[in-house]
């Protein structure tokens, strides 16, 4: 969909695409034999055949050039010295080795080399984007990047260049991001002007309701527009971080087995700061779709035992290495409940991450879990209480502390990484699970936070039937299932295919919707046990490719188990795919284990149905 492009409009508009505003520009020299050379006259320039945007760039800036395809510059010396080409081009600093060589003088180009970004036609809210990122951007910062690796003497691969330059990749990646969710910020807080300009123009008389109808539509389109966005950025952020996430995984696997202790130190930071870019992001969207009111409940089944267990499992590595004591305690009479464990674990990882972030060596966490009496039949409340010996909080600060981007104490004062939103988020969804939170604290001795829930009981049958656990481990259930990989993205497709084949799985790569129902439509029944279908895909997504395999006739190949791996991770999204007829959702970045378990569970629930068919 996006893809590198010299800038060219004549070739961009002949081959059905659009170009962005140039992304950087560097100048070029003319290496040659003669003493003298005037770019207007006509030349036969010999350039390596495999450079498109070099040759755009003189088709498009000196039309009366004649054109040879060479293998390398070196091949391009050669065709010059020997009279088949006058002259090749490179960039400055290479031009210097061949300067005064074997009589080459170097000689600049009037006209410098602009290279863009390229989308495909009909992509506008695309181009749009890319546009702002590249505004947003420090003019200087791609052009002397990309300068350096295109004046480079050997050619290499992008491989060697990001293994060469591995810090400045990620420091361009984590710019990239940081001024998406700038842009991200800028709209929202338009969007909040808007909503806010509509609620004034509705305490109006009754000669302005025509006006307000106006405003309010406005309104109502910034919100879908905000939306829409959102939804667009939640899949091209989680796209690249699953590649950087997923290759560092595989990089951990790799080195199990080697004594690189500095380089397993390396990716291990690597790791963290991925996840903590992860982290920001999902904090920021999840804000933004608070705001604009479309987080909803998703109820499930839990027990309160093991979602603190969960919790306790995430922190006690942090809590072992910082010489934190972490314990917890649980003093309930109905431990199976309904509720939305996903926002529940969300709310006191926030609560627990930021104990742990201001609790010195050292010091303590600890957590009691009670159940209060509860006058509603059929519902409990459980109140938790966290409490840390850290740093505490000033009184002032507390009456702000639930309030949007705000932070005591800065990343540059107290080094340690924060966006000020987990707070916030925390008191959104405890408001939005009808639940009450509070806070004491005092400066040197510590924090405690009391968050009170509502949560329906789980009925005996519901809980005995779903809490049953299967002896078969994850492996024992996976061993040698053969997986139909509908996938577009070659980086993503590598990643899945590792860790699906470190597991014991077979696997089988498709490109898009088509290709996948094309698969199942001509291979006999159980070639495959089950599909992974991402849903963004060209040519046919994956809800449509899902849906017709479906209508197949052959029923064993039309109710073969399919679950979604994309980076759609919205409960929405989530939704969506089992409308269409999926059996199960895994959000990218891809988390290896629930990975794993997704696949198990939805293979073993698949042999259970089948069982009970043959019954």
Not at 414 to 433: C, F, N, P, Q, R
Request: charged share 25%; proline share 3%; hydrophobic share 40%.
């Amino acid at each position: 969909m996006i893809f590198y492009a010299g800038r060219n409009p004549y070739f961009a508009e002949q081959n059905g695409y659009a170009l962005t505003n140039t992304a950087w520009t560097y100048s070029l020299m003319a290496v040659t034999d003669e003493k003298n050379f005037d770019e207007d006259r006509v030349y036969t320039v010999a350039v390596p055949k495999e450079k498109e945007a070099l040759k755009q760039y003189i088709a498009f800036s000196y039309p009366q050039w004649k054109l040879v395809d060479c293998d390398s510059l070196d091949d391009a010396a050669d065709m010059v010295i020997q009279e088949k080409a006058d002259c090749f081009l490179m960039g400055a600093s290479q031009a210097l080795i061949y300067d005064n060589r074997q009589n080459f003088k170097s000689f600049p180009l009037t006209k410098t080399m602009e290279a863009c970004f390229a989308v495909r036609g009909g992509e506008g809210s695309l181009l749009s984007i890319l546009n702002k990122t590249l505004k947003a951007m420090p003019s200087d910062m791609l052009t002397s990047a990309l300068a350096i690796y295109d004046s480079t003497v050997d050619k290499v691969t992008f491989s060697d260049f990001l293994k060469d330059n591995i810090l400045a990749f990620f420091v361009t990646a984590g710019f990239f991001v940081f001024s998406i969710i700038s842009i991200i910020l800028v709209l929202l807080r338009k969007a909040r002007k808007a909503e806010a300009a509509a609620k004034l123009a509705a305490n109006d008389t009754q000669k302005l309701n025509d006006k307000l109808e106006i405003a309010l539509k406005k309104a109502e389109d910034a919100s879908l527009a905000k939306t829409r966005f959102l939804n667009n950025m939640s899949h091209d952020i989680r796209t690249p971080m699953n590649a950087i996430l997923g290759y560092a995984q595989l990089m951990e696997d790799e080195l199990k087995e080697k004594d690189l202790p500095e380089t397993s130190e390396y990716l291990k930071k690597l790791q963290q700061s991925g996840n903590l870019l992860l982290s920001i992001i999902n904090n920021v969207l999840d804000m933004a779709r608070i705001e604009s009111g479309r987080m909803e409940i998703d109820e499930n089944y839990g027990m309160i035992e093991d979602i603190w267990q969960t919790l306790f499992e995430i922190f006690d590595d942090e809590a072992k290495k910082k010489n934190i004591a972490l314990h917890y305690t649980i003093n309930v009479e109905h431990e199976h409940i309904l509720t939305d464990v996903t926002k529940v674990k969300e709310i006191f990882v926030n609560i627990l991450s930021n104990a742990m972030k201001y609790t010195p060596s050292g010091g303590s966490v600890m957590i009691n879990v009670d159940e209060l009496p509860c006058s509603e039949p059929g519902y409990m409340i459980v109140r938790t209480r966290v409490s840390d010996t850290g740093i505490g909080m000033s009184q002032e600060y507390l009456t702000n502390i639930f309030e949007a981007f705000t932070r005591e104490r800065n990343t540059t004062k107290s080094k340690i990484a924060g966006t000020g939103l987990g707070m916030s988020i925390v008191k959104k969804y405890v408001e939005l699970l009808g639940g009450t939170i509070d806070v004491e604290s005092e400066l040197g001795k510590g924090s405690t936070f009391t968050v009170t829930l509502k949560h329906k009981i789980a009925d005996e049958n519901y809980y005995v039937k779903n809490y049953a656990e299967n002896p078969e481990t994850y492996s024992e259930i996976l061993k040698d299932r053969k997986i139909l990989l509908a996938e577009d993205n070659d980086l993503n497709a590598e990643i899945a295919e590792a860790i699906l084949e470190r597991a014991g799985l077979k696997t089988e790569r498709v490109e898009d919707g088509i290709q996948c129902v094309n698969k199942i439509e001509k291979m006999p029944a159980g070639t495959y046990d089950m599909i992974l279908m991402d849903i963004q895909m060209p040519k046919m997504n994956g809800y449509k490719a899902t849906q017709a395999i479906r209508r197949l006739p052959d029923k064993d190949k039309a109710y073969i188990p399919i679950v979604a791996m994309t980076a759609n991770a919205f409960e929405e999204d989530k939704r969506d795919a089992f409308a269409a007829g999926m059996n199960g959702h895994i959000a990218k970045p891809i988390q290896v284990d629930k990975l794993l378990s997704t696949l198990a569970e939805v293979w073993g629930k698949e042999m259970t149905d089948e069982t009970d068919c043959h019954m």
